[in-house]
């Protein structure tokens, strides 16, 4: 039997390989949030996200400043079931 935090890790593995979209939230020069959805490619080995923005976006502004940064990355609602 897995360990708990196994399991989680495999939960979160299976969570962003089922998964093409996410949150972008990043913060104005200001400190207001501003969130996007983006999609994304991870790269497991280096356990990095990776998006592309335009450059008329304000996260392309605020991520080339080296801002906060946060993403949200949420499963399927439709085939959630109870555990």
């Not at 356990?47 to 080296?66: E, G, I």
């Amino acid at each position: 039997m897995m360990e708990s935090t196994e399991v989680v890790d495999a939960e979160i593995s299976n969570l962003i390989v089922n998964t093409q979209t996410m949150t972008l939230a990043t913060s104005n020069s200001a400190g207001v949030p501003e969130a996007s959805m983006a999609s994304f490619i991870y790269e497991a080995t280096s356990h990095q996200f990776y998006t592309a923005v335009s450059m008329l976006s304000p996260h392309t502004t605020h991520l080339a400043a080296k801002k906060p940064t946060a993403i949200m990355i949420v499963g399927d609602e439709q085939g959630a079931g109870a555990r």
